[in-house]
């Protein structure tokens, strides 16, 4: 029998399907009926059809598979989208083809005006070297440039920006951050994390409230062609907050938002006494974001052990009283947390002030996050448990960023986005692509956490590998876990809403490497199609 909710005729019912529910009551079916934007019957085809009456509409999915929509639990889809928008897109394999888009755009911008460009990747450059000051000085004289890394902690400044900022080989790296210089005590142009504060005053605001409302409808566009759903937004202000408002208003939300405010968005909503959990099934406001160290894929994060063959450990960005400030204050104000931080000297740091706020001020079910978590062992693994914290890991970097891997070696890798260890501990892992860092493709991603082979075929961590229905189950039901969304959201159940996706082939039979590759046909958020036939 199917299990059914009411008695009216559904909207429409999909029949003939391959359904992986990710509902332990019921893991697979062949169809489900959809009324109001929820599921209201989950069974077999013949039981499900009987549901039909002339009104109607009968979606005939002829074998293909059917999953859950996929949820991607840390990302920065509204910058990304206005980034696509208004700079210079870095996403290219040399050097070469960086400097002639960087030329292209001078030759349009007027001297003295800030250009600014988004996706560089230092080790997927055909030079074999990364990017510095003087390549850009060679095609951009007469402005100041930044070459954002991909990865978001680091930036390349031409000497034109250099200069207005001050900055010259004399100049200390502050607290929390570093300009690099090469091995006379040259500046290279590249700047790490509070490094970067210096210019921020310096860069006015290149975006207009259309054009965030625009970059809002063209990611939320993007996302649902990979078969996302829900995504949570961690790291957010007001114009984020009134660009997903604005989009929405003019029809072009197509996925479901849970925004992290940080800053003064966040002492704002404090003031206002709103908290986690405030607004619908579209957007809701959800955990304060801060951030404790530096970066896995730029190498900057914090780490009790050096890098291979450095005595660089990495930069850490708040202190342990700065955290125990930060950390009371949300708590007490009743936000859930999510905090950055991915060596395992921050993920410590972060357990202890998130152990000192339950002690102190106990509350049930704040499950509070470590956003990233990347390096872990056997003691903070189970700490993390024990406090009930949820670990966001990147779920695409193994695969992607193949090449950095190589300055952490194979040790630490064994203990890197340790998905398998968080499942051996109970712990209900979320899934995240932290996007533009990280590609969001949840295909890729499961692709990666069950290979742990990045683009050339290296295998790194293989300890860590899962199968293909633990992952599925982190980028659904986990990440709607993350959101507190797990009665509503997450499996295909009756009474949930009605969000799913259509695959072409079964990734339980495809070849593991080529997981990645299946088409999605359709992505379904609250029983409408926001993409596909």
């Not at 008695?7 to 079916?29: C, E, G, S, W």
């Not at 951030?291 to 960005?317: K, V």
Request: aromatic share 8%.
């Amino acid at each position: 029998e199917p299990a059914t909710l009411g008695a009216a005729a559904p909207d429409y019912v999909v029949i003939n399907a391959r359904v992986f529910t990710i509902d332990n009551d019921q893991p697979f079916a062949e169809a489900f009926a959809v009324k109001n934007g929820r599921f209201v019957a989950v069974g077999s085809t013949s039981d499900v059809q009987n549901l039909a009456t002339v009104g109607t509409e009968i979606i005939d999915a002829e074998g293909m598979t059917i999953t859950p929509g996929f949820i991607d639990a840390h990302s920065h889809p509204s910058g990304a989208g206005v980034n696509e928008l208004v700079q210079v897109n870095a996403d290219l394999r040399s050097i070469a083809e960086i400097k002639s888009a960087l030329q292209e755009r001078a030759s349009t911008t007027p001297a003295g005006q800030w250009i600014q460009a988004f996706k560089y990747d230092d080790t997927k450059l055909a030079e074999g070297r990364p990017l510095n000051r003087f390549d850009i000085d060679e095609v951009v004289p007469n402005n100041p440039v930044v070459v954002g890394h991909r990865g978001g902690h680091t930036g390349v400044y031409n000497s034109v920006a250099l200069a207005l900022a001050g900055i010259t080989a004399e100049t200390p790296d502050p607290d929390g951050g570093r300009f690099y210089r090469d091995d006379d005590g040259v500046l290279t142009g590249l700047a790490a994390e509070e490094a970067r504060y210096v210019f921020r005053d310096l860069i006015p605001s290149d975006s207009s409230r259309e054009q965030r409302r625009e970059g809002v409808k063209l990611i939320s566009q993007l996302m649902p062609k990979a078969g996302l759903t829900s995504v949570h937004q961690t790291g957010g202000g007001r114009n984020d907050m009134i660009a997903y408002q604005d989009a929405r208003e003019a029809g072009g939300m197509y996925f479901r938002m849970y925004l992290f405010p940080r800053g003064r968005l966040f002492e704002d909503l404090v003031n206002a006494g709103i908290r986690t959990g405030m607004g619908d099934d579209v957007f809701r406001i959800g955990a304060v974001k801060f951030m404790a160290d530096g970066s896995a894929s730029e190498r900057t994060m914090r780490m009790s052990t050096p890098f291979e063959g450095t005595n660089d450990y990495g930069i850490l960005t708040m202190s342990q009283e700065e955290l125990h400030e930060a950390v009371e204050n949300a708590h007490r104000n009743d936000f859930q947390i999510g905090i950055h931080a991915n060596g395992d000297v921050t993920i410590e740091m972060v357990l202890n002030a998130y152990e000192r706020a339950q002690t102190l001020w106990p509350r049930p079910d704040t499950r509070h996050r470590i956003e990233h978590c990347s390096l872990v062992n056997p003691t903070l693994l189970q700490r993390i448990k024990d406090l009930g914290v949820i670990p966001a890991p990147f779920y695409t970097y193994v695969h992607y960023h193949g090449n950095k891997w190589v300055d952490y070696g194979e040790e630490k890798m064994q203990w890197m986005f340790a998905h398998k260890s968080f499942l051996d501990y109970d712990i209900p892992v979320a899934p995240a692509s932290d996007y533009t860092p990280g590609p969001y493709e949840p295909l890729m991603a499961l692709q990666s956490m069950v290979t742990r082979k990045d683009f050339d075929g290296r295998i790194w961590g293989p300890n860590q590998r899962i199968t293909l229905d633990q992952a599925l189950r982190i980028c659904t039901m986990n990440g709607a876990y993350a959101s507190f969304e797990e009665n509503s959201k997450g499996s295909i159940t009756a009474g949930k809403l009605a969000d799913f996706v259509i695959l072409a082939d079964d990734p339980h039979e495809v070849d593991p490497d080529q997981i990645k590759n299946i088409e999605i046909v359709r992505t379904v958020v609250g029983g409408t199609t926001m993409y596909g036939a």
